[in-house]
């Protein structure tokens, strides 16, 4: 979770990110939903320091899944930063969508291997 948070950290002031682009910063694009359950799990004081709001779908929407308060509060967030959504509820990713991080940045965080490298069977 430490690594999401590390990443979410970066987007930087009315841009936003796919759960999917911020998972590939963290480990592969394929654990998106983790993304998305870890930004969940933010305790109220991490909620505070982690832009958390600034995380949205690949469609370039605010997921409803199983909260009913906060998309409503994500979207008054990122609107107050200066996003814009359309009628449908989306915003335009070619706009407002982070290009990711600096080229110098290394993640402060170890990965459980090495990127690209597939686990090996335990004999």
């Known amino acids: ?6 990443v979410v950290s970066l987007i930087p002031r009315g841009e936003v990110a ?3 682009q911020v998972a590939t910063y963290v480990i592969s694009p394929r654990h998106a ?3 998305g359950a870890a930004l969940r799990h933010l305790s109220p004081s991490r909620a505070r320091k982690v832009p958390w709001q600034r995380v949205i779908n690949a469609n370039g ?6 909260d ?4 409503q509060r ?4 990122l609107v107050e930063e200066g996003v814009v959504f359309d009628r449908a509820g989306r915003t335009r990713l ?3 969508g982070w290009h990711g991080p600096p080229p110098d940045w290394e993640p402060p965080f170890e990965y459980p291997f090495p990127i690209g490298a597939k686990k090996r069977a335990s004999s």
Do not use: C, K, W
């Open 74 to 77: 994500q979207l008054e967030l």
């Open 33 to 35: 939903r983790a993304v």
């Open 68 to 71: 009913v308060d906060r998309p």
């Open 94 to 96: 070619e706009v407002f």
């Open 1 to 6: 979770m430490n690594a999401v948070y590390a």
């Open 18 to 20: 796919t759960y999917g």
């Open 61 to 66: 929407a605010i997921s409803h899944r199983g």
